[in-house]
């Protein structure tokens, strides 16, 4: 029952910390109405994806914690990503800087990197889950310069 706990918070938070996210940037999105480079999809495919990456998250550090792989390291970069990430959408949406928020969507996939070895040095499961997040914010990098260039 105590792995079930951790494994539950580890992925509520992510997911929860979206979902905020999501819900105060919705009345600001304009994605459907700027111009959009070579391979954007459609809207509707960024919740899906978010929320599949958020829940890789949390089982990724749920793995640590249930392991007692965790420090202040390893949460610090996790949380920072975390709220990095939050950060951007809002940066992003809200704001409408969009070349703040590539500047800033890059340190998102440094952070993102950095967690990804730190995990990796404690559990290798827990490291390479994290890929899929890391090339989708390397993706959402490209679509934030190319709308931030298509639409000055």
Request: aromatic share 22%.
């Amino acid at each position: 029952m105590e792995q079930f706990k951790i494994y539950l918070k580890s992925i509520l938070v992510p997911v929860l910390v979206g979902a905020i996210v999501g819900f105060i940037i919705m009345p600001f999105m304009d994605y459907q109405s700027l111009q959009k480079p070579f391979l954007a999809p459609p809207g509707i495919v960024f919740p899906i994806v978010w929320t599949f990456l958020y829940i890789l998250m949390g089982v990724s550090y749920g793995i640590l914690k249930s392991k007692n792989l965790t420090n202040s390291e390893v949460s610090g970069i996790y949380y920072l990503q975390l709220v990095i990430n939050a950060l951007w959408s809002i940066f992003f949406f809200v704001f409408k800087w969009r070349f703040f928020s590539f500047i800033w969507i890059v340190l998102l996939a440094i952070s993102v990197f950095i967690m990804i070895t730190r995990f990796y040095e404690k559990d290798k499961i827990a490291g390479l889950l994290q890929i899929p997040y890391f090339l989708w914010v390397l993706f959402a990098t490209y679509l934030n310069l190319s709308i931030y260039l298509l639409n000055q």
